[in-house]
């Protein structure tokens, strides 16, 4: 269905341009925080937000690209930073030059419906046309000297519209891209600064004098092979995502003992049966380690980090869980479940200061690859609250996963109108078809 839509409609650009902070900024040089400048987060990542033509009073007849356009330029004065470009210094130390060269703005035009799209299953990840909604101009991918953020926003026939962009993640986390798109928000309609005004204080996740290593950290094992736990033969990779409503939570807690049950969260009891149905389809070798790590936001008072609100630098936490691919895959969810259970419960502020030496030390090495798998929860993020005038989001989230990294992410079931969770899944054909068998075993019982 997807290939045949994809016949029927185009997408007209024009010519990137790149959007400065509205009023002149500071000119300096930031440095990044020992948590953002770390090997496994020096990438871009996507995000995409569908919206129907459902304008506020306010926003009648207005243009939402040239609403959109204006209000970012304004919320650039307050997070010029983002405007800046990366370069690396001694010992791989990212820096920021606050140079107000601009993020890359796109403005288009599709023939087609946000409905044709939603009928055509478009929207919800893995959303096939990303590459036509967030066009990748060309030498803009880069980490270093490229623009820190892309953005596209492409008018539909209907009077909708689909805002797409791409970050680089070493500078922010979700929640803080979430705080830089509520900026937008709020000035787009109408306020004069953010309802929050962002703080940068990366020195607070600097190392201590001197760095030391108090905890273990699987999630940078060394390891020989560096390749994924995959068949090399396995060239073609397939994207799906899977919906977990109540019913499917229901039948995974039931396998539970009585004592996880009661005791363990959502996000747990998702996270081991994906980390389980995954190893069992990739056929991994059994006695190969593999690996779960959870990304952990480590804002708020409970792990005493003493982040301001407003602080919109990288603030995860990634403990790793381990277990050999054959007991993972021979005993019960239960078994998943404590080991997830127990390496979150490690997330502590010396977790974290240790994570934050570790990287002073081993000069932030590349993490461990194979035989590991990364998730993400978003769905207390609130993407899909973000409203520029023009109502709520269809869908607001990552548009597809990646080749080793999952979100959760909070969607409504169009046919029944429950509130679930949607994980997008990157596996290799072959084993993503094993996958679905495993998964339908666990979440039918």
Request: neutral net charge.
């Amino acid at each position: 269905m997807s290939s045949k839509l994809r016949q029927l409609f185009s997408v007209i650009r024009k010519t990137p341009e790149l959007i400065g902070p509205a009023r002149p900024t500071a000119r300096e040089i930031k440095q990044l925080s020992s948590l953002d400048d770390q090997q496994c987060l020096r990438f871009q990542i996507p995000m995409i937000f569908f919206y129907k033509n459902d304008p506020s009073p306010a926003m009648e007849g207005k243009d939402p690209v040239k609403v959109i356009r204006e209000a970012l330029s304004k919320a650039l004065t307050f997070y010029y930073p983002l405007a800046g470009r990366l370069e690396e210094v001694s010992n791989r130390k990212l820096m920021v030059d606050c140079n107000g060269e601009g993020v890359l703005f796109t403005e288009a035009d599709a023939n087609i419906t946000l409905e044709q799209l939603e009928v055509g299953d478009a929207v919800r990840p893995p959303c096939p046309y990303l590459h036509v909604f967030l066009y990748n101009v060309p030498g803009s991918e880069g980490i270093l000297g490229c623009p820190l953020l892309l953005i596209q926003v492409t008018r539909l026939a209907c009077g909708g519209f689909i805002l797409a962009l791409r970050l680089n993640h070493t500078m922010c986390d979700a929640f803080a891209l979430l705080q830089f798109m509520k900026a937008i928000e709020d000035i787009a309609k109408g306020a004069n600064e953010p309802s929050l005004l962002p703080v940068w204080e990366r020195e607070l996740l600097s190392p201590r004098i001197p760095p030391k290593i108090t905890c273990t950290h699987h999630e940078y094992d060394d390891q020989t092979d560096s390749t994924l736990a995959m068949n090399p033969n396995d060239h073609i990779i397939n994207h799906k995502s899977f919906y977990f409503g109540p019913k499917e939570i229901t039948a995974l807690r039931n396998q539970l003992p009585q004592h996880l049950r009661d005791g363990c969260s959502t996000f747990e009891l998702l996270t081991a049966c994906i980390w389980r149905c995954r190893t069992i389809a990739l056929q991994i070798d059994p006695d190969e380690i593999v690996r779960v790590t959870c990304c952990v936001n480590i804002r708020g008072t409970k792990y005493n980090m003493m982040l301001p609100n407003g602080y919109y630098g990288n603030a995860i936490a990634t403990p790793t869980a381990c277990s050999t691919a054959g007991d993972l895959s021979k005993y019960s969810l239960g078994y998943a479940v404590d080991l997830v259970k127990k390496v979150k419960a490690t997330a502590s502020e010396e977790y974290v200061r240790s994570l934050i030496d570790f990287m002073e030390i081993k000069r932030r090495p590349m993490p461990a690859v194979k035989g590991s798998f990364v998730v993400s929860d978003i769905t207390r993020g609130g993407f899909e609250e973000i409203d520029f005038g023009w109502g709520k989001p269809v869908y607001a989230g990552p548009p597809e996963a990646v080749l080793f990294m999952s979100f959760y992410i909070r969607y409504q079931n169009k046919d029944s109108g429950e509130y679930g969770t949607l994980v997008p899944i990157c596996l290799p054909l072959r084993a993503m078809k094993k996958f679905e068998e495993e998964l339908k075993k666990m979440t039918l019982q």
